[in-house]
């Protein structure tokens, strides 16, 4: 069974940095693609990051690029995402995610229902 736990969430001043990490086990963490995304109060859960499982390539919405890193260690099975210049637009609870099911494209996946496991999520809360 596959476990994700995410940590690092808090509360930040907006222009300010928070670096979640997402621990995986119960799978080989190497194999799979991973992704980050968040769900802010009445809202949809939206994609922020994504990270291949086989040449590292991430990918990231307009909303995020240059100010979001995602990256992993396979040695660790941890997914990281490096969050700076925070906004309180970025407030919501940020989950990571893993797809098992065969994935063929140098892309990772950004969709939800393209991933199959959660974490139970960590709150992200940017003030003005």
């Known amino acids: 069974q596959v476990q994700l736990v995410e940590s690092g969430g808090g509360l930040v001043q907006a222009g300010g940095s928070l670096s979640l990490s997402c621990a995986a086990s119960?799978?080989?963490?190497?194999?799979?693609?991973m992704g980050w995304f968040r769900q802010a109060p009445g809202k949809e859960r939206d994609f922020v990051s994504a990270i291949s499982w086989n040449n590292g390539r991430t990918t990231y919405p307009d909303s995020v690029k240059g100010r979001f890193a995602i990256s992993r260690d396979n040695a660790k099975n941890t997914v990281y995402l490096q969050m700076n210049s925070l906004k309180p637009e970025d407030t919501a609870v940020y989950y990571c995610?893993?797809?098992?099911?065969?994935?063929?494209?140098?892309?990772?996946?950004?969709?939800?229902?393209?991933?199959?496991?959660w974490g139970q999520g960590t709150q992200v809360t940017v003030s003005s």
């Open positions: 995610a893993m797809r098992i099911r065969p994935w063929f494209s140098m892309v990772a996946p950004t969709g939800r229902g393209d991933y199959d496991y």
């Open positions: 119960g799978r080989t963490f190497s194999n799979y693609a």
